[in-house]
């Protein structure tokens, strides 16, 4: 699902916990808005579509082009990247599940622009071997302008490597499996609206997204606005990310931070939760943000992500937000540099990659 670079995959497995930077009185989410210039679907409006007990949430806002297509061979060690390069790493975090079957999927939506991509996940898991710990969740594209007949014409030309088609919800859905590395995923893609394609990981998570943007939400949301992470999130950021540790998956999730030290974690019986923010119109760099009832917090710092020789060009500092809120921050210049930066960050979102 999620393609990592062969410099990147030198880097140590090294998973900790991490957030965004605080902008206070920003906290309420933004209206996105299509090319036309009328309003369009807003991010607490798809917060409202995700499963209550949604752990994390990564976001991109556009207008983009869907990312697709292998990575190009370094040629260069340790390179600055262009911001155009950026922007489409970060543009792809959202939207890794739609690079299923060698990108069928990105390749039939390639040239309509993206105004919103959201993905929100839950239950992540050890893999079998090696690879993407496996986890719930589903990739949410709300495209500029209607995708006309692009839903039926797409489950039509994938039948041939589709293992079927069903209908949930009252939608149809095209199911694929494919195996990688000892994991078989399956993913579920359907096309619910004229501008907004699905692409989930379970059938259960799918159906309560369908389900939800048809209305039954009984007013609540994933990710409630009372939790104390959206203090630290500016959502006016084209790029940032949510996650709010769920203490009952700790005995099933190597990257939960209860219950002592895991494979994929940074062990914290304070911990509350994380967000990241990247917003290049204002300058190259990240902010990740982490609260903690921990009182060591700041001393045992989770962010520093190791002494690895990329972490060094990223040039990390903290400082303490307040009490128990540390607050990390990162240049994003390099390529080597920022590689290890989006594999650490993945890993602490739930998305940690087994070398």
């Known amino acids: 699902m999620r393609e990592i670079s062969a410099k990147t995959l030198l880097a140590v497995l090294m998973i900790a916990v991490c957030g965004g930077c605080k902008r206070p009185g920003n906290t309420q989410p933004t209206v996105v808005t299509s090319k036309t210039g009328q309003p369009s679907i807003d991010i607490q409006q798809v917060l409202s579509w995700l499963p209550l007990d949604t752990e994390t949430i990564t976001v991109a806002r556009g207008p983009f082009l869907i990312p697709y297509g292998p990575a190009e061979k370094e040629t260069i060690r340790n390179r600055e990247l262009s911001g155009q390069e950026l922007d489409h790493m970060f543009e792809s975090l959202p939207l890794a599940v739609f690079g299923l079957k060698a990108d069928l999927l990105a390749k039939h939506l390639k040239s309509r622009p993206v105004m919103l991509a959201v993905e929100g996940a839950r239950h992540f898991r050890s893999p079998s071997g090696l690879g993407e710990m496996p986890f719930e969740g589903c990739g949410i594209a709300v495209f500029a302008d209607a995708l006309g007949g692009s839903g039926n014409a797409f489950v039509n030309a994938s039948r041939e490597v589709a293992l079927g088609v069903e209908e949930i919800e009252g939608v149809k859905v095209a199911v694929f499996q494919e195996k990688m590395e000892n994991d078989l995923w399956t993913t579920f893609v359907a096309f619910p609206n004229k501008n907004i394609v ?27 606005s009372n939790l104390p992470e959206w203090k630290y999130v500016d959502t006016d950021a084209r790029f940032w990310g949510v996650r709010h540790f769920d203490k009952s998956q700790a005995n099933y999730d190597p990257s939960s931070p209860f219950g002592g030290r895991s494979s994929a974690n940074f062990a914290d019986e304070g911990a509350v939760g994380l967000t990241f923010n990247y917003d290049p119109s204002r300058r190259r760099s990240a902010t990740i943000t982490y609260p903690s009832g921990a009182k060591d917090v700041a001393s045992n710092n989770p962010l520093s992500m190791g002494s690895e020789p990329s972490a060094k060009d990223l040039r990390f500092k903290s400082r303490e937000l307040e009490s128990g809120v540390v607050e990390g921050s990162y240049n994003l210049v390099y390529s080597d540099a920022v590689g290890y930066f989006l594999f650490v960050l993945e890993g602490m979102l739930g998305h940690a990659i087994y070398i």
């Open 198 to 224: 699905l692409v989930a990981t379970k059938r259960d998570y799918i159906t309560e997204v369908l389900n939800r943007i048809q209305g039954c939400r009984n007013g609540q949301r994933a990710l409630p």
